[in-house]
Nanobody, 115 residues
Framework: QVRVVESGGGLVQAGGSLRLSCAVS????????MGWYRQAPGEERELVAA???????NYVDFVKGRFTIFRDSTKDTVYLQMNNLKPEDTAVYYC?????????WGQGTQVTVSS
């Protein structure tokens, strides 16, 4: 059983920073890629950033230059560093581990950015 657990969300003012963590049971390098998604109220879940097993990263345009995905494979944890946060970044952020013929999701962590 693979467990994916996010943490690090909270309330922050516009322009502030947060670092989200995604801890996975077992080695994260088992997965083809790890990603951060978000879902705002009334909206569909959308990709924010992803990292492949080889370390390649990709970001959606609206977070480029502000968010960074990185990992610590010794801790089996993937992070999302979020800087210069904007009110429109408010959402529940989910971690996804894709591989082993499945997608594994965490329970999500709330990020709220006040103006």
């Amino acid at each position: 059983q693979v467990r994916v657990v996010e943490s690090g969300g909270g309330l922050v003012q516009a322009g502030g920073s947060l670092r989200l963590s995604c801890a996975v049971s077992g080695s994260i390098l088992r997965f083809d890629d790890m990603g951060w998604y978000r879902q705002a109220p009334g909206e569909e879940r959308e990709l924010v950033a992803a990292m492949t097993r080889s370390g390649s990263t990709n970001y959606v345009d609206f977070v480029k230059g502000r968010f960074t995905i990185f990992r610590d494979s010794t801790k089996d944890t993937v992070y999302l560093q979020m800087n210069n946060l904007k009110p429109e970044d408010t959402a529940v952020y989910y971690c996804n581990a894709r591989g082993l013929n499945r997608n594994y999701w965490g329970q999500g962590t709330q990020v709220t950015v006040s103006s």
